[in-house]
């Protein structure tokens, strides 16, 4: 198949990659760019481990051709530190500790900032909603929650479980 | 007098990999690298090992790295499975540090010219009398010194004493996860390395007649054996594209060997059978005494494991020599399987482990590391990356198998159990590489002459093990049997899944509690209570239903609340589960408690987001998972046709654990059994009928209520 030049805008850095014209955007992120962070878990869209953000907009990478992010901003979960700290949400990911395998956390991290940066106080119910597209197999969905409200200024983002008398105990 | 310390075989992981060295080893720049023979696969349990190795070393838990698992160079912990990593690897683990330690300190004694017994050790350096002595683990450790066997169990500190274990840590591994860090088996790229994909068979049972013409470009290569065929190209994308043409290409012979998806009963019943009891208790008397008999039988679906990432390893065939990475969960027993499904020596196999994503049984990991090995072969020095598709994560990976649980009990005249029977029908759980003598690896039923994998066996009926795990009810009853019935076909294979037969087991137990509760006219936990003989078991029990309000909660219309309880294998960890759900126009799980007992703790966080992992994913084989069928292969390839709980789904789960000073058990699978439960019982309050079939769906109440 020939190839195409395609132009990308990642993380804030231009990139010219030689590639198929059909190529999915996650493969040119992986495979081109070198980026683990956006994973592939389905190739249809559906379970949200390669989500990044698309000019301010979460949305799967593995069914989005390379070619259609041309002339966009593409963030993935690696450029949302600045100046070497770590995102809010990352940094409540950890302070949550909201993951277990972590497959599927890239994808809910980005799917969180871009809730977050049109939505900075979000409910329960809007996070939730948010992260609907994101599929987490080992059940770690009460965290991850907690972890995005706590981003998003909740002063304990665990609150919400406290409240059904988890026995988290303090770190 | 200092109590005398359990012999070596107390230590099963240790007393198999005897040498210090293969366990732990003190690192130039003041780390300690411990080598632990089970896979993190996101359960957590490096980290939990690290904080045992800090604590018996005395030395901070951040100056800890753990060395993934190789069969190169790790012990031989057997399988990473069956909730035993704490119990095994920590307990080695623990030992072998606390050996080594006195190894240094008697060196330090020996330097500083006084006794071991005026030593301390303070974050890996040596104090003497309090002081500094400007020796530590470090400087003491010369090559060779932990080259030694372990001796005599040493003391190692008690609970009372630690101060990094039995207290939360933030997991080593979580740093990458939440920075998107190279970290998964996916993620790596060797040099030279080239791409795989395998064109699976379109049903269960099918031979390859030709592999046509597929017009492919020249670089990419086509391995076809028998019935396996596969491709290797430059890249994952023109492989992708070069298997699409090959699958278009090849013609088949398909026989359609399955049974009906609707009638997963009559599969069962049909089915030619082993038959063994389990347990059997009489008391005659007692089985006399019964006023009032019931009966009910409960089913589970095939249930798939769904990982969130398709199955994927990396191989290289360098002359005789194969070296695979891979997510298996037991690297040791694959080595042993590739050898011999390939006639070689193990000595010529080596794998490594690399994390995956969350593993929760025997998935496709053993299988596609076949693939990749298979595949690399017609590239000798390279390395061959496969990835295996959803659709085939989704039909290939071998499945937790369906299963029926009839059960009859009778009650004497003051509302008590007297008399309890119970079979329990499926295809074994055992299915992992080399289980019954078989390597047991996918693709060698695929090659030319390659046989059928035969039936999984379901290891011995114990209780404990395969499909009667949790069989056997862990209440007071004077006249007990317990059969099981493994099934001698197996038109779908089947494999372990979390908590094997537990779960289907502990969901017909409970629910069977509650429908002979409401006989005895007696509150369900107060009829618990009534016929536990454990004070740990009703320590959970009446935690759970403290904790979440069970008595005194005003009826609601639609809504319902109810009970689990199992003590994992009959052996282990203990959990109680109280669930509320809502049946309107749909079953939706609102929320679930959950109290747990598993002995002491490494990480308190570690063994709550086990459980409330566990509690999630049960939820989500409980009311929504069932693996479809055609006559010839599986239909449910997608997370359309197999949908998993989503976040406006899940329920908000809390969960307390029950300190007690007991040995400590693993809390990866209690949850499992006794939240199905909890949520069987729930529903049967809410929608006023009682369903026995899993899932729990909308559908199934509607049938419910039409059959009466």
């Known amino acids: 198949m020939k190839q195409q030049e395609l132009h990308l805008t990642v993380n804030g850095e231009d990139h010219t990659l030689a590639c198929d014209p059909d190529l999915p955007l996650l493969d040119a992120l992986r495979a081109g760019l070198g980026l683990a962070g956006p994973r592939f878990g389905c190739g249809l869209g559906l379970c949200g481990a390669c989500m990044v953000i698309i000019d301010g907009k979460a949305r799967a990478s593995c069914d989005y051709p390379a070619w259609a992010a041309e002339g966009t901003e593409v963030t993935t979960v690696e450029g949302l530190p600045q100046d070497g700290a770590l995102h809010t949400v990352q940094q409540a990911f950890l302070d949550e500790q909201a993951a277990q395998c972590g497959y599927c956390t890239s994808g809910m991290i980005v799917a ?28 770690t969905h009460g965290r991850v929650v907690a972890a995005v409200l706590r981003a998003a200024g909740h002063h304990d983002g665990g609150e919400q479980r406290a409240r059904h008398g988890s026995g988290r105990a303090a770190r | 007098m200092t109590p005398r310390p359990p012999g070596l075989a107390a230590y099963p992981s240790l007393a198999a990999n005897p040498r210090l060295s293969a366990w732990l080893a003190f690192s130039p720049g003041g780390t300690v690298t411990i080598r632990p023979g089970k896979v993190e696969y996101g359960q957590g349990v490096w980290t939990a090992l690290a904080q045992v190795a800090a604590e018996e070393l005395d030395v901070a838990l951040a100056r800890v790295t753990v060395a993934p698992v190789s069969t190169g160079t790790s012990p031989d912990e057997g399988v990473t499975s069956g909730s035993l990593s704490i119990q095994h690897s920590g307990s080695a683990l623990r030992q ?35 002081r500094p002595t400007g020796l530590s683990y470090w400087s003491l450790a010369a090559p060779g010194l ?7 169990p040493v003391p190692v500190k008690p609970p009372e004493r630690w101060s990094v274990a039995g207290r939360s840590a933030p997991r080593l591994d979580l740093p990458d996860k939440v920075t998107g860090r190279p970290r998964f088996l996916h993620d790596l790229v060797l040099p030279g390395m080239l791409y795989g994909r395998v064109v699976r068979p379109p049903a269960v049972v099918a031979e390859l007649v030709s592999a046509g013409d597929p017009d492919l470009p020249p670089d990419v290569i086509v391995v076809r054996d028998g019935s396996f065929l596969g491709v290797v190209a430059a890249t994952d994308a023109q492989a992708l594209r ?14 359609e060997s399955l049974p009906d998806d609707r009638d997963l009963k009559g599969f069962l019943l049909s089915a030619p059978t082993e038959d063994v009891p389990v347990e059997s208790r009489h008391d005659e008397r007692a089985a006399a005494s019964a006023t009032t008999v019931r009966a009910a039988e409960y089913t589970r679906p095939f249930l798939a494991h769904a990982s969130m990432a398709p199955s994927c390893a990396v191989a290289r065939w360098d002359g005789e020599q194969v070296t695979a990475w891979s997510h298996s969960q037991g690297v040791f027993a694959l080595r042993d399987a590739l050898a011999a499904g390939l006639g070689l020596d193990p000595a010529q196999v080596t794998v490594h482990h690399a994390e995956g994503a969350g593993a929760y049984g025997h998935n496709g990991a ?4 076949l693939d990749a090995v298979l595949l690399a072969r017609a590239v000798p020095g390279r390395p061959v990356r496969v990835l295996w598709s959803r659709e085939d994560e989704m039909s290939w990976a071998p499945l937790g198998p369906a299963m029926l649980a009839r059960l009859s009990a009778g009650l004497d005249a003051t509302g008590r159990i007297v008399t309890w029977r119970q079979d329990v029908w499926s295809n074994g759980f055992i299915g992992r590489p080399g289980r019954g003598g078989d390597p047991r690896l996918l693709a060698l039923a695929h090659l030319a002459g390659g046989q059928p994998m035969p039936p999984a066996p379901d290891g011995p009926p114990t209780g404990a093990m395969g499909s009667t795990r949790n069989a056997v009810p862990g209440y007071g009853i004077p006249d007990l049997e317990v059969i099981r019935h493994r099934l001698l076909t197996m038109p779908i294979r089947t494999s372990s899944l979390r908590s094997l037969g537990a779960f289907l087991n502990v969901f017909a137990i409970e629910s069977f509690m509650d429908e002979l509760a409401e006989c005895a ?19 959970v029990v009446e935690e759970v239903a403290e904790f979440s309000g069970w008595a005194g909660r005003p009826r609601e219309e639609g809504i319902g609340y109810g009970i689990g309880y199992a ?15 809502e049946a309107t126009d749909d079953v939706r799980v609102r929320r679930l408690w959950l109290a747990v007992d598993v002995g002491t703790v490494i990480n308190p966080d570690g063994v709550i987001n086990q459980v409330e992992g566990g509690a999630v994913q049960s939820t989500s084989w409980a009311i929504r998972e069932r693996v479809t069928f055609d006559r010839a292969r599986i239909t449910s390839l997608s997370w359309d046709t197999y949908p998993v709980l989503r976040f406006t789904e899940v329920p908000e789960v809390a969960v307390r654990i029950v300190t007690s000073g007991h040995p400590e058990t693993g809390a990866g699978e209690i949850a499992q059994g006794p939240v199905a439960a909890a949520i069987g019982n729930a529903l049967a309050r809410a929608a006023g009928v009682r369903v026995r079939d899993l899932p729990l769906t909308r559908e199934q109440v509607i049938r419910a209520i039409e059959e009466g």
Do not use: M, S
């Not at chain 2, 932990?146 to 005599?152: M, Q």
């Not at chain 2, 070069?242 to 026989?255: E, F, I, P, Q």
């Not at chain 2, 959990?575 to 759900?581: M, R």
């Open chain 1, 112 to 139: 969180a900032a871009a809730l977050l940066t049109v939505n900075p106080g979000p409910t329960e119910q809007e996070v939730r909603a948010a992260l609907d597209g994101n599929l987490c197999r080992c059940g």
């Open chain 2, 96 to 130: 072998a540090c606390a050996q080594a330690r006195a190894l240094l300190l008697e060196a330090a004694a020996v330097k500083l010219g006084t006794a071991v017994t005026e030593l301390a050790v303070e974050d890996g350096q040596i104090l003497a009398a309090g």
């Open chain 2, 146 to 152: 932990l080259d030694r066997e372990a001796g005599d």
């Open chain 2, 242 to 255: 070069a298997v699409g043409l090959v699958a278009k290409a090849a013609r088949w012979r398909v026989t």
């Open chain 2, 366 to 369: 053993d299988d596609v590391t």
């Open chain 2, 521 to 539: 006219g007696a509150d369900p936990v107060a009829f618990r209570l009534a016929h536990l003989t454990d004070p740990r078991a009703a320590a």
């Open chain 2, 567 to 581: 003590r994992y294998k009959g052996l282990a960890g203990y959990c109680a589960a109280v669930a509320e759900v």
